[in-house]
């Protein structure tokens, strides 16, 4: 597994020039292009890493299943599915349009923007620093690493620039899709996705995914097998942006990217992978970062279509 990474981060590691790190958060323009770093972590508890693994990196919608797995423990799934819908959309991240068209009010799903946003809303907290930190402990938990932080930077470039979040999330409170105070609810949200992460703390989330929320180390259930397909659906029909279709033809696991440049999947009962490309196609993914799950992927069989 070792010489594998190792040969495929080579091989793409010059790919990194077909993409663009993401601007629209100005804090993220200063991230060094050319980075390309794995995490494979199997369910047998071995690690292996190459390139740019230990790379420090917001998780931006990588956050969005994970605060949505601590919603569906604060709430259950009735009460989520109340706030948030179950299909694709084929729109983009950011999109407000279907807000207003699609006749429920409520997002389509909780890996868009809209969905995100409506279930940070879900968190359990009398205050947003109580949401907040009800998150970075579970992420702590999970990734079994206590050293886990918010970029606060990466954080006020995202709150002085999200307009276009900040109107999403007026629209959903006039149409009753969230409960409390609309700041303190977008302060949740460009919060959770300022948590800088590195490609070993998605293989371990990915892992746990994989064992369906039986933690590798501790062997002890942290949530309901249920909570994980639930999570693991959304990551496979719409955790890859409006490129979740393509990624399932051509890598064929459940995944979750950000514009951060990380992306995290899940091969059941095999293994977790994170990867870290800051540079994105135009769909907002790792563009090198694709190429090294495709061959990853084919390599070891991992296609579960
Ligand atoms: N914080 C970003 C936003 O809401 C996350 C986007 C992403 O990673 O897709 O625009």
Do not use: W
Not at 234 to 255: H, K, L, Q, R, W
Request: proline share 4%.
């Amino acid at each position: 597994m070792q010489k594998l990474l190792d040969e495929i981060i080579d091989k793409y590691k010059g790919t990194t020039a077909y993409g663009a790190v993401a601007n629209y958060i100005p804090e993220l323009e200063k991230t060094d292009p050319n980075q390309l770093g794995i995490s494979v972590f199997d369910t047998e508890g071995n690690l292996f890493q190459s390139g740019d693994a230990n790379v420090r990196f917001t998780m931006q919608s990588i956050s969005k299943p994970v605060v949505l797995l601590l919603a569906l423990i604060d709430n259950g799934e009735e009460r989520v599915f109340e706030k948030v819908g179950k299909e694709p959309t084929g729109d983009p991240f950011n999109s407000i349009v279907r807000l207003e068209t699609f006749n429920e009010h409520k997002p389509l799903n909780p890996m868009i923007n809209a969905g995100a946003i409506s279930v940070s809303a879900l968190i359990k907290g009398n205050t947003p620093e109580e949401k907040v930190n009800r998150i970075l402990d579970f992420i702590k938990k999970i990734t079994h690493n206590d050293s886990i932080r918010i970029n606060e930077a990466v954080y006020r470039s995202e709150d002085l620039t999200g307009h276009r979040n900040r109107s999403m999330a007026y629209f959903l409170k006039d149409f009753g899709n969230i409960e409390g105070d609309v700041d303190e609810t977008l302060e949740v949200y460009f919060k959770q996705c300022s948590i800088e992460v590195t490609t070993k703390d998605l293989a371990y989330i990915g892992a746990l995914l994989a064992r369906d929320g039986k933690d590798i180390i501790t062997n002890e259930r942290l949530f309901p097998a249920r909570y994980s397909h639930i999570v693991k659906s959304y990551m496979a029909t719409c955790g890859m942006y409006d490129g979740s279709g393509e990624f399932a033809i051509n890598v064929g696991i459940p995944a979750k990217s950000g514009v951060g440049g990380g992306i995290m999947c899940t091969v059941l009962n095999r293994m977790g992978i994170g990867v870290f490309g800051p540079a994105l196609n135009r769909k907002g993914n790792s563009y090198a970062g694709l190429k090294v799950l495709e061959t990853l992927s084919k390599n070891l069989h991992l296609n579960i279509y």
